[in-house]
Each structure stands twice: as structure tokens, then as C-alpha cells.
């Protein structure tokens, strides 16, 4: 958990690439300020001229200054709180631009224990509090700072005891406020964490909403709805009894300072040591440092969600990524070779996915990867895309360590088929070029055309889909994801169970795609379906984590002996009627 004091460096850090937009709201604040103060100066000489007399015009005169002062004020008031949201918005923008950038950048063990429901919240919800903070308190507090140091110097040339008293006012006053927000700040914070918990798992029980109706487990699911519900509204009680605390000792130092000021005026008046129009410039400056103090009263809840939000920003931002992008090594142009040497990677829990992994697959090479679920294959494609870091050992691809090879050159030369595939609102050309708009049409019509997505292409690639790709099928979704590796023309690509959720019309034209996608690149697919890896060079066959076969695939094949003819007789026998054993590949 932040400190206090790291967190004031934090957000000092957040606001610095907008210094210039807080400098100049700023400075507008300040002149604000001073024109609040200057009014209760020139109702003190009316009031002051008035009972030893003047005339009526001087009096109209001064009526008609005090009446300028409260309208530019006014003013600057409007154009203060219009710059402090502007400014605060693009702030916090920016925040969520880094926020979002860092936790994707994040290991793949931090998203196995956080839902997306939670990083939704903490990327926009809690930064939406921290805009609030901004664009509300952050200015009131600074217009309340001019001010008191504004009023106690005017006190000061007034009367040193006047400043003395309004500085010992000051201090009690803030004195409760910072006491009672401190204690709330954790209660905010648990709050904000519950809101989290609660709305990731209502994310989850939607996404599997089909699950659970089939299985009769609706009852357990609102249950557990029901649970974090309480959950979130005993933090949010506690929370609001911290607020009720705070609001019961500022409004009791406001209406003790009134009352205090009244008399301390009255009998300084009436010894002569001030006058009247003194006393009344006393009366309206507390006035004035009550409003603040009430204001901060109202924007409590704002403050308490701010810093709990704060909190949980710094926190976040604070989590190191596992994965760095240190390399400067570019390997050689081409299909690049990869190779495993006594790689072992565990989740760091004593749970051993591989172990050991010995394995060198020549540039240009297919490579089929085959073993029971769990036996360690996805883990072994995410070491080769980097989304995971091995626990020991080194991978190369085309003789480079991968932790050598910058991001965007792993990225570009390496690609993933998954077996589900993400589909965004958006047109299919969107959803092809993942809103980059550096191809050109004719490259992305092409891509689809490859793909065996012909039809997509001549129906409009500027055509709308709905939201997760309405109006394909999981075959045309399987497609398309194909069209988009084409279009990057990577040299690596990887197939992660890619025809594990298509019918066998569609695995057959995702096949022969496949077979001309794959030509001159190094290919490695994970699969279930043993009739995907028919093409394939190599066969590795996994089990527990280990290596327990890797060879040709065509002597494995004819092996009896071998682990992968095993496999295949039992595929032969399970399923006798699947599609034939050779496709003709374009």
C-alpha cells in the first residue's frame, strides 16, 4: 500500500505533462481569490466612512467598485471551473491511456487472479474518481489556500491579534478535516475494492450465463451475487460512517468559529482597539474560510473516493511488469528457427507446467504439438509469443535469445491463431487490421480472399459486424482471424487449437488456408484433432510437461512402436468417418 507521501510524488508525476495547464488554472484561481478577498475590504470602508461621515457619493462610488469586484469574480469563477474540467479531463486521460497500456502489459499470472470486470473498474472507474478529484477539489482547495494566506495577511496591516486568532482558527479547522480524512481513506478504499470484486464477478456469470442456466447452477450464482452485494454495502456503511464523522467536526468548527469571531469582534470594538468596519471584515473572512471548509464537507465523498481511488491507481502503476522490453537484437529476415534449451516454466506455486524442454525446430519447418489436455502445449506456444517468461532456460528464435528481440519486432514476426477468437464492433475491415490504417484496401480484400473469405470481401470489407463479430459464423470468425496473420505476413505463426470450434466443410477450407499460409514460414500447431496435422514435418508429443516424443512425422507414423501412431490408431477407431486423409491444397 502507497504512502502518504509517495502517493503526493505519484500524483505530481501524473500532473507534470499538463504542468503548464495547472500553472496557468493556477494562476486564474489566484486572481479569483484576491478579488473574494478584496470585496469584504471595500464593504469595511463603507462601513467605516458610513458611521463617521461622508457623502453620498463617495459611498455610491465605493457601492459601484464592490459591485465590479463581485461581477469579475463571478467571472473568473465560471472560467475557473470550466478550465479545471477541461484540464482535469485531459489529465486523466492520459492516465488511463498508461493504465490500460501497463496492464496489458502485465504477466499472464496477474490476469489469471484478476477478472476483467475488476481492471475495468480500476482503469476507468477509479480513474474517473481521480478526474472528480481534479476537476473539483483540487481547485477549491487551491482558491481556499489563497485565500487564507490573502486573509491573514490583509489581518496582519489590520491587527496582529485579528491574524493570530484566524491563523489558530485555521489550524483547528483544517486540523479536523485532515483527521477525519484520513480515517475514511481506507474505508474508500475497501469500498472501491469491494465495488471491483463485485462487478468482476457479475462479468464472469455473464460470460458464462449459458453455462450456468444448462447446469441448473443459476441459484448458486445469484447466491454469490447476493454474498458480494453485502459485501460491497457493509464497506459502503462503513464508508458513510466516516463521512458523517467528518461532516459533524467541520460543521461544528464552523459554527464555533462564527460564534467565537462575534464576540472577540464585539469586544475589541468596544475598547476602541478596532472599529467597526474591522469587526465586520473579521465577521466576513470567517465567513469566507467557512465556505471552503463547507464545500470540502460536500465534496467528502469525492475526497474519500479519490484517495482510496488514488490508492489503487498507484498500486496498480506500481506492479512491475515480468516481462521487459529490453531487446535491440533483430534476428535474420526470414523464416526463423526455434529452439528450447532446458526450458522449465511453473505459475510460481510449485506448479510445474514443463520441464526440462529440449527441442530445435529448423527455420521453415511445421511442427505438429500433440498431448493430453494439461500436458503443457498452449504454455509451450505462449513462451514462443512471450506472454509468459520461462522459469529457466533459454528459447531462440533464429538464434537470438527471445528476451533479446524487441516487442514490436517480436510482434510483427510472430503470430497467434487461438482457438477462440476476439471479434469487435467494427467493420470486417476492422476487425481484420485491428483498426490500424496503414494497409490498404486491396491488401485487406486480398488477406480475406486467401483466407477463403472471398464472399466477405465482395460483400463491402467497410460493412459493419455487431458486437463480438454478429452476423459471422464460428467458421467465418476462425477465417478471419486467419486473414488477419496474412495480412501481417509474419515469419513465425502459431496455431493454437484453430479448427478445435469449426465443422469439418470449414476445418477442410481452413486446412488448405492454413497449408498456403504456412509455405516458407515456421509453423507450429497445437492440436487435438490429429487430421489438422497431416502436413505437418515434425510430430512433438508432450506428457506432464516433458518432451516424451519428437521426430518426423512420416516415421512416426509408420512406427507401431511409437507414442503418436498410438494416438492416431485411437483417433482411426473413435472417429472412422472423419474426413479423408489428404485434402488437395491449392
Known sequence: MATATSRWRALAALLRPDAGRWVGLGALIAVGSGLILTGPL?????VDLATTGTTTSELARLAVLFLIVAIASQLINM????????TAWHTTNEIRIRLAKHVLGLSHAFHRQHTPGELIQRVDGDVTSVSDFMGRVIPRAAGA??????????LIVVDWRLAVGATLYVGVAVGVVVRGRHRAVGESSDEMGSYARLYGGIEERLTAAEDLRSNGAGGHAMWRF??????????????EK???????????SVAAGSVVSLVVSAMLVSRGIITVGDAFLLFQYVLLLARPLEDMVDQLETVQKANGAMVRVIDLLAIEPDIRDDGATIPPSGPLSVEFSDVTYDYGDDQIVLQTINLNFAA??????????????????RLVLRLIEATSGTLRLGGVPIDDIPFAELRRRVALIPQEVELLSGTVRDNVTLFDETPSDEAVETALRNAGLGALADGGIHRELGAGGAGLSAGEAQLLALARVWLRDPDIVVLDEATARIDPATEVLLEAAIARLTRGRTT???????????FVDEIVVLDHGRVIEHGDRANLADDIDSRFRHLLDLAHDEAPNEVPNEVAVP
Open 42 to 46: 471595500i464593504v469595511r470602508k463603507i
Open 79 to 86: 472560467a475557473v471551473a470550466w478550465m479545471a474540467t477541461v
Open 145 to 154: 489556500l489563497f485565500m487564507v494566506v490573502g486573509m491573514i495577511g490583509v
Open 226 to 239: 447476493v454474498e458480494d452485494s453485502a459485501d460491497t454495502m457493509g464497506s459502503a456503511v462503513r464508508r
Open 242 to 252: 466516516a463521512f458523517l464523522r467528518m461532516w459533524w467536526g467541520v460543521d461544528g
Open 364 to 381: 521453415g519447418r511445421s511442427v505438429g504439438i500433440v498431448g493430453r489436455t494439461g500436458s503443457g502445449k498452449t504454455t509451450l506456444s
Open 524 to 534: 507450429l500447431i497445437i492440436a487435438h484433432r490429429l487430421s489438422t496435422l497431416r
